[in-house]
């Protein structure tokens, strides 16, 4: 039993770095590391299944010293070495000649990861995965019985310890992950609102430096480990900003308590408020003219920003108060109201924090401070709503703003070209609205318990609207 000991721990150390022994029963390793993917067996004792390696010596008798070959041939993701190696060069194992199988080139950490380890169960032909916990208990439970009950007394206890102390480690695979829409642009763009998988993986990899440390959720001795992946958690915010769906429905989706649904998706938006606020930022005065299209050019080449602002419905207060500080006129609802400034070519340079409802265009302006990021000369494109001249005239900023009629006066005919040609450019800040509007977890009537955080998944869902292709072309 000493030497099967050793070659456990001799693998678990060629497959981790950080891997360290204890002898207090505390040391673990996870059933699917064994041939079949229940643990230890009688035909097959030792560990041979790893991420990066396989062996193809599964078994080992410590009375006779045979050994057996593990048929590993149905294990598509891997494929077998030109040439042979020992990964066991110890006096006491020189005995096993080990051959490690390779992965192929193709197949991605990312897809190792989630095929080898980190959810509980044997993939289908189909790709479904089915819990195996209650099944690798009964197999470990069933071996030990059959076999020596004191040589596989530590095996066994070490499985079922994982098994009953470590569930949150071996969740069954969630009904939908990032690798099952990845390869389909229409699919991932349903899901996340992001165009493709090489925007997904490269925002994720901007982000997920600090992932562990900012949301909270890191594994160490004293604290709870992950129930999902990074990606997988990542990819469940992006689903509920997105799709709107009740954390009631995550929770089954992901077979998670929804308890810690929520909790993954607070901590998230904090995140990903702060780690996304690069995707909207104030251009200088040589980008708007580098991207200006001929359209605006011709027209009003001195247009910096275009502007409006939206409103989002809210449950209705119980306060007086507030239900008359968050009633609409325009909605005639209790709403949520923004800024939103686009460039002449449609992306996203400015977004404002979250105003109650019945604040006028003009105070959220003064208030997001907007006029005060433009420069001499510039202009601003309003509709007639946004009568704030007094604030930029003072600044030397232009009011690009439709005429109004006259008392007993119809528009002239100069004065309806100009309000034709306002209206056919400001149409663009209204396809971005829309844009944002995709996200639905702004439909419909937001809960009064999201106002704490309604601001910072507001402008969340702008910044995504960026990662598409802009509204207006340069050519």
């Not at 695979?173 to 899901?191: H, I, Q, S």
């Not at 998230?268 to 980008?287: A, I």
């Not at 007993?408 to 306002?422: A, G, H, M, P, Y």
Request: proline letters at 5%; a neutral charge.
């Amino acid at each position: 039993m000493a030497k099967v000991r050793q070659i456990w721990l001799k693998r678990c150390m060629l497959a981790r770095a950080d891997f360290k022994y204890t002898s207090n029963d505390s040391t673990r390793i996870c059933g699917v590391h064994f041939v079949g993917g229940k643990g230890p067996s009688k035909e097959h004792n030792l560990p041979s299944i790893f991420e990066y390696k396989l062996y193809q010596i599964s078994y080992y008798n410590p009375s006779t010293g045979d050994s057996s070959r593990a048929e590993l041939e149905e294990c598509e993701s891997f494929k077998q070495p030109h040439k042979e190696s020992n990964a066991l060069d110890s006096d006491e194992c020189e005995s096993l000649e080990d051959i490690p199988i390779s992965f192929p080139k193709d197949v991605s950490h990312m897809d190792v990861s989630l095929h080898m380890h980190n959810y509980v169960g044997a993939v289908s032909e189909s790709g479904k995965i089915r819990n195996q916990i209650q099944q690798t208990e009964l197999s470990v439970v069933e071996t030990a019985t059959q076999s020596n009950p004191i040589a596989m007394e530590t095996s066994t206890t070490q499985t079922l310890n994982c098994i009953k102390n470590d569930v949150s480690l071996m969740v069954e695979r969630p009904t939908l992950v990032y690798e099952d829409v990845k390869e389909d642009d229409g699919k991932l763009l349903f899901y996340t609102g992001i165009p493709n998988k090489h925007i997904f993986e490269g925002i994720f990899d901007e982000i997920k430096a600090d992932i562990d440390e900012q949301t909270g959720r890191k594994a160490n001795d004293t604290g709870r480990p992950r129930s999902l992946r990074q990606i997988d958690e990542f990819f469940l915010v992006l689903m509920r900003l997105r799709l709107g769906l009740l954390l009631e429905d995550l929770a089954d989706r992901f077979h998670i308590g929804t308890s810690t649904c929520s909790l993954i998706f607070n901590r998230w938006v904090d995140y990903l408020d702060v780690e996304l606020s690069f995707l909207v930022m104030w251009p200088s005065r040589e980008n708007i003219d580098i991207t200006m299209p001929p359209s605006f050019k011709s027209k009003y080449p001195n247009c910096r920003v275009i502007i409006d602002c939206t409103e989002i419905k809210t449950e209705t207060p119980n306060s007086l108060k507030l239900k008359s500080v968050f009633f609409s006129d325009y909605k005639s609802h209790m709403t949520l109201k923004s800024l939103i400034g686009i460039s002449p070519c449609g992306v996203v340079t400015f977004v404002s924090d979250l105003y109650a409802g019945s604040a006028s265009d003009k105070q959220i302006t003064k208030l997001s401070g907007l006029v005060d990021l433009c420069e001499v000369g510039d202009a601003i494109m309003v509709d007639k709503g946004f009568q704030i001249s007094d604030l930029t005239t003072p600044k030397g900023v232009q009011l690009i703003i439709p005429p109004f009629k006259k008392k007993d006066r119809q528009l002239s005919k100069r004065e309806v070209e100009q309000t034709r040609n306002i209206a056919n450019l400001r149409i663009h800040v209204e396809r971005q609205m829309e844009r944002i509007k995709n996200f639905r977890i702004l439909h419909g009537v937001l809960p009064i318990t999201m106002s704490p955080q309604m601001t910072k998944i507001w402008k969340i869902c702008v910044r995504l609207t960026n990662l598409h292709p802009q509204l207006v072309s340069k050519n």
